[in-house]
């Protein structure tokens, strides 16, 4: 039986192989992101950019709960921005942190994506 903890995972995996042309299997044409419609093409150009910016970028799920149109995610990260990331000067220091986003599923498809990431981790971290 297919869930959305299965299509969510198997996103997760689209995403840790950047496997871009299989995102249309995910995400629906005129996905929102934190309250602005950015379409597929717009979501893809938006995680291309994030691993241009940090390329050893990794979806870490560590808590994932699910209920008939919704997913909470808490991913976690251990990465290294090249630059700057979130207007914060990186510049290739690894960070840990954390971000906790919902999904909002239209059939087996993200519709609608509301994100946080915590930047006071990342702040306490190149301080």
Not at 75 to 103: D, R, S, W
Request: hydrophobic share 40%; aromatic share 12%.
């Amino acid at each position: 039986m297919i869930t959305l903890l299965n299509i969510y995972r198997d996103y997760i995996a689209c995403l840790n192989k950047k496997a871009w042309d299989e995102l249309d299997h995910f995400i629906h044409d005129r996905v929102r992101y934190n309250g602005q419609e950015i379409g597929l093409a717009g979501y893809r150009t938006m995680l291309q950019q994030n691993y241009r910016d940090i390329p050893d970028l990794y979806f870490q799920p560590e808590l994932l709960v699910a209920n008939d149109s919704l997913v909470a995610c808490r991913l976690t990260f251990n990465c290294t921005p090249i630059g700057t990331f979130m207007q914060l000067p990186v510049n290739g220091h690894k960070v840990q942190f954390a971000e906790n986003v919902f999904y909002q599923f239209n059939g087996n498809k993200i519709k609608e994506v509301w994100s946080v990431i915590d930047k006071a981790a990342i702040e306490q971290q190149i301080i």
